[in-house]
């Protein structure tokens, strides 16, 4: 209920034609009773189709950050995004991740996608686009950090947005390579 009162607060206010609804780095899933047990990758998409429906009856699209819709496994054999990983902890406990990837095939086809794994594995881009996501760009784009920009850029991928999650002032935008992405 506060979640869609939330939704339609930002509607009135901002009429907007989209909404990021965020779904990125999604650990915790299927810990609850009621939860326990069930797949994963249903639950999260269950989560976005739902909300989907929502905002369409209001004719707003939704983007989502694309992590834990990949089965991202990075050329060095690190485990991200949607993909099934256990790690344990300093002090000995153990935490798994479950698997959430398989969403890619359970989730509207008109989500936009942010996808900020661009720089960790190209090839993941052909991941979205087999699966009928065929609206994506880059977030949390580091200009400098990607080879082969303009095939990028001038192919599939809409856009793409610099994210700075530190402080605004101009030493830390310049120090963290915003000034020279946006220049790029």
């Known amino acids: 209920k506060l979640l869609f009162d939330i939704f339609d607060e930002?509607?009135?206010v901002f009429e907007p034609n989209i909404i990021h609804i965020g779904h990125d780095e999604y650990y915790s899933?299927?810990?609850c009773d009621k939860c326990r047990g069930k797949d994963a990758a249903k639950i999260y998409a269950d989560d976005i189709n739902k909300i989907h429906d929502y905002l369409k009856k209001k004719n707003i699209k939704i983007m989502i950050w694309g992590d834990k819709i990949l089965n991202a496994i990075s050329p060095l054999g690190e485990r991200h995004g949607g993909s099934f990983s256990e790690y344990t902890t300093e002090d000995g406990r153990?935490?798994?991740?479950?698997?959430t990837y398989k969403a890619i095939e359970m989730i509207?086809?008109?989500t936009m996608i942010m996808n900020w794994y661009w720089c960790i594995k190209p090839e993941f881009d052909d991941d979205y686009f087999k699966n009928g996501l065929n609206d994506v760009v880059y977030g949390n784009f580091g200009s400098m950090g990607i080879k082969n920009y303009r095939e990028c850029m001038f192919g599939?991928?809409?856009g793409y947005c610099i994210s700075n999650w530190s402080s605004l002032d101009e030493a830390h935008i310049q120090r963290n390579g915003i000034y020279a992405n946006v220049a790029y």
């Not at 153990?94 to 698997?99: E, F, G, I, N, R």
């Open 156 to 158: 599939k991928i809409g």
């Open 94 to 99: 153990t935490y798994t991740v479950p698997a």
């Open 10 to 12: 930002t509607a009135e």
């Open 108 to 110: 509207p086809k008109d």
């Open 29 to 31: 899933i299927g810990l």
